[in-house]
């Protein structure tokens, strides 16, 4: 019930594209669902999050899409860059647990 | 404003070795999380630290452990290294209260051949 699934394990996109990637989560109780962006031999930098009280969150090129009733987000990069190319994680927690449920990520490549 | 560092950055060590990692947390950062990311299996959790305490370990064996001391940094220290342990151990702090996004450091590669 902590897992948290997330697909596709892989994506190629073109420069201009859109990219999506999938998460769900079984866990209820998560009340916090954040996006990293990690680039080789660097630790994950968060890049966007949401809260399930709201259903769009959107900075800059990044939206994330968030659907309670299914239990599903996802994230949406508009006009992909070659910059973009990197892995992607999506993650959730809850409560006084504190500590994040990583997706497995997606490995992000934008063709130039 | 400096961001986590960790050290080292890279290692090697042998099967049966035990292994010191350390963390220095964002300034004014109280808790200290650690996690591993081995090849191909994401990343997992293994320790979270507040105040000087543990409060939460995630599905590892003893022989990983850690500490935190006074000022919010944090050692991880892996004994009897097993060629599985080899990964990116990567510390991350946030606040005791507000944003609940971690700030993760660069990482520790640990080869344990």
């Known amino acids: 019930q902590q897992q948290v699934k997330q697909s596709p394990q892989s994506l190629i996109v073109q420069k201009g594209g859109i990219s999506i990637i999938n998460c769900a989560y079984e866990?209820?109780?998560?009340?916090?669902f954040p996006w990293y962006q990690q680039f080789p031999g660097k630790g994950p930098a968060l890049l966007i999050a949401i809260r399930p009280d709201v259903s769009e969150k959107k900075e800059g090129r990044f939206t994330i899409s968030f659907n309670k009733s299914a239990k599903q987000f996802s994230l949406h990069i508009m006009d992909s860059q070659p910059g973009d190319s990197a892995t992607y994680f999506c993650a959730a927690i809850y409560g006084s647990a504190r500590q994040l449920t990583f997706g497995s990520g997606t490995q992000l490549t934008v063709l130039p | 404003e400096a961001g986590v560092t960790q050290s080292p950055t890279h290692l090697i060590k042998t099967r049966g070795q035990q292994v010191t990692l350390r963390c220095s947390p964002i300034?004014?950062?109280?808790?200290v999380y650690w996690y591993q990311q081995a090849l191909g299996l994401g990343l997992q959790f293994l320790l979270w630290?507040?105040?000087?305490?543990?409060?939460n370990r995630g599905n590892f064996p003893p022989r990983f452990s850690g500490r935190q001391f006074p000022n919010y940094s944090s050692e991880l220290n892996v004994n009897a290294l097993e060629l599985e342990d080899s990964a990116l151990y990567l510390c991350?702090?946030?606040?005791?209260?507000?944003?609940?996004?971690?700030?993760f450091g660069s990482g520790t590669r640990l080869t344990v051949v």
């Open positions: 630290y507040d105040e000087g305490e543990e409060r």
């Open positions: 300034s004014g950062h109280t808790s």
């Open positions: 991350a702090s946030s606040p005791r209260t507000g944003s609940r996004g971690y700030t």
């Open positions: 866990n209820t109780a998560f009340d916090y």
